[in-house]
């Protein structure tokens, strides 16, 4: 995924720096809506919270063969955050699906769905990147021998 993602700035950098631009970008639609049939993973988002794994791939099998159907939780109340991802094993089922179920009801809620953005990576380590507690405090007198 992340290499159709570098290859669609790619496209879009090389398109506007050309100096063809008016054939340039009458192309550019197309080749970025081929590139972007290739994601074979979508987000749904807005989903109740009696919304499981399986319902989840239930809702979606009907467009292709889904591969992993999975609705996020909170990990310290093991609740649905609301959202899940659904993985198929080809591009144009996802394409369908996302153009039939987007914006259709699911359990008694209106779902969004569309194509999945791969996370930037986190920095820092996870510690905040602020200093590290404990010690002392205030100044230490007796440090000089």
Do not use: H
Not at 36 to 42: F, G, H, N, P
Not at 58 to 77: C, N, P, Q, Y
Request: hydrophobic letters at 35%; glycine letters at 18%.
């Amino acid at each position: 995924m992340a290499f159709y993602n570098k290859l669609g700035g790619l496209l879009r950098q090389s398109i506007s720096t050309s100096g063809n631009a008016l054939n340039a970008q009458s192309s550019a639609p197309s080749m970025l809506n081929a590139i972007r049939c290739m994601s074979t993973k979508l987000f749904v988002g807005g989903l109740s919270f009696g919304t499981d794994d399986q319902s989840l791939k239930e809702a979606f099998t009907s467009f292709g063969d889904v591969v992993e159907a999975k609705v996020i939780m909170d990990r310290d109340s093991g609740k649905s955050r609301g959202f899940g991802f659904v993985n198929f094993t080809d591009g144009e089922s996802a394409q369908d699906a996302m153009s039939a179920m987007d914006g259709q009801d699911l359990n008694g809620r209106n779902i969004r769905v569309s194509l999945a953005q791969e996370r930037a990576p986190r920095s820092g380590g996870g510690y905040g990147g602020g200093g590290f507690g404990g010690g002392y405090g205030g100044s230490r007198q007796n440090d000089a021998y």
